[in-house]
């Protein structure tokens, strides 16, 4: 059974970087079959997707966080990362990674991230 | 305007009879990429459909997916206690992935 785990700090300044980790277990990150995403959920509202990559490192990203976010893989460790620069209260979310096959099958937990100082 | 938007934004119904989930995209949509997704207080999503109508593995058959172009529909017979939940309807394209403001099905 394929579980995912996030993981990094709970806390986050203002205008610093987001960093957080997804390992997977149960299951290779190198299968060619798939990708893998982050989704994010702001207290109380709807999921917004972040960005996909698969094993190779080829990503693609929404368009509105295109340009601070980042995701990185790591196939010794089976794991997938975010990085999202130059945050805001507004970036304050339950964090989640998932596996993409154009729709997302296998969820982490999720992991809360505030930004605040 | 919304991406995507659902219908009605919450339903309230009783256990043991059907609820019927709509989700209309503003273009059209391959079927392929079209999935509704369920989500509990303080839990992760679970997929439920994906390629609008075919359900994930070790979902009931009580939940169906049909649809195509621009609206899609998740119907869900004889509400389970464990149905009243959130319900995001989510379609691919090639700018990615969006969800729907989610339909609330409540007792």
């Known amino acids: 059974q394929l579980h995912l785990q996030e993981s990094g700090p709970g806390l986050v300044k203002p205008s610093e970087t987001l960093s957080l980790t997804c390992t997977v277990s149960?299951?290779?990150?190198?299968?060619?079959?798939?990708?893998w995403g982050w989704i994010r959920q702001p207290p109380g509202k709807g999921l917004e997707w972040i960005g996909s990559?698969?094993?190779?490192?080829?990503?693609y990203y929404n368009p509105s966080l295109k340009s601070r976010a980042s995701i990185l893989v790591d196939t010794s460790k089976n794991q997938f990362s975010l990085r999202l620069n130059s945050v805001t209260a507004a970036d304050t979310a339950v964090y989640f990674c998932?596996?993409?096959?154009?729709?997302?099958?296998?969820w982490g937990q999720g992991t809360l991230v505030t930004v605040s100082s | 305007e919304s991406v995507l938007t659902q219908s009605p934004a919450t339903l309230s119904l009783s256990p043991g009879e059907s609820a019927t989930l709509s989700c209309r995209t503003r273009?059209?949509?391959?079927?392929?990429?079209l999935a509704w997704y369920q989500q509990k207080p303080g839990q992760a999503p679970r997929l439920l459909i994906f390629?609008?109508?075919s359900r994930a593995t070790g979902i009931p058959d009580r939940f169906r997916g049909s649809g195509s172009g621009t609206d899609f529909t998740l119907t869900i017979s004889k509400l389970e206690p464990e149905d009243f939940a959130l319900y995001y309807c989510?379609?691919?394209?090639?700018?990615?992935?969006?969800f729907g403001p989610g339909t609330r099905v409540e007792i």
């Open positions: 998932a596996r993409d096959i154009r729709a997302f099958d296998y």
């Open positions: 149960g299951g290779s990150i190198s299968s060619p079959d798939y990708y």
């Open positions: 990559i698969d094993y190779s490192g080829n990503t």
């Open positions: 273009r059209s949509v391959s079927s392929s990429y």
């Open positions: 390629g609008a109508s």
């Open positions: 989510q379609q691919y394209s090639s700018s990615g992935f969006t």
